[in-house]
């Protein structure tokens, strides 16, 4: 089974900062997701940039973690249980890739997104976090370019890897 394409919203223009924290966040997951659509589950857990073993199906995996990581645990000390994660591997999301079908991760990353959108809502920007960092407070407004940062990197991961898997490349 494949991951249907999504739709990807534009990107922001002149708006409010949070119409356009938001919709850079809401741009970055659509990339991914796209990077990942159309292949199958032997491209998504391929790992195509020797010697990297980072594949697009361990990064979705690890996007839907940071997910839930940063909006539930961390923004609001929540006990939600981190997806894709043991106790006897720290890159469980990475390495056990055959835990899961590509169809269940799309399923987890897409609730997980959701869930993240629904947690934030209405939360202003310089709402300090419940669960603080070891290094001091941090915002919504932080966690917001973290995330966009987060994905920026990891999309261009997914940049390579896709190109590397079937020539595809400027999605």
Known sequence: MTIDMPERPPEPRASTER???EGWLDF???TLVMKCAGLSDEQLTTAAVPPSRLTLLGLLRHMAL???CWFDMVLHDSD???PFTSDDDRDYEFN???SSSSAEVALVFHQACASSRQLAHGVA???LAKRPRRDGPIDLRWIYLHMIEEYARHNGHA???REVLDGATGV
Do not use: K
Request: hydrophobic fraction near 50%.
């Open 125 to 127: 920007l310089d709402t």
């Open 28 to 30: 970055h997951r659509a």
């Open 159 to 161: 940049d390579l890897l």
């Open 96 to 98: 056990a890739l055959d």
């Open 80 to 82: 939600t249980p981190l």
């Open 66 to 68: 940071v997910e839930v």
């Open 19 to 21: 119409a356009q924290l």
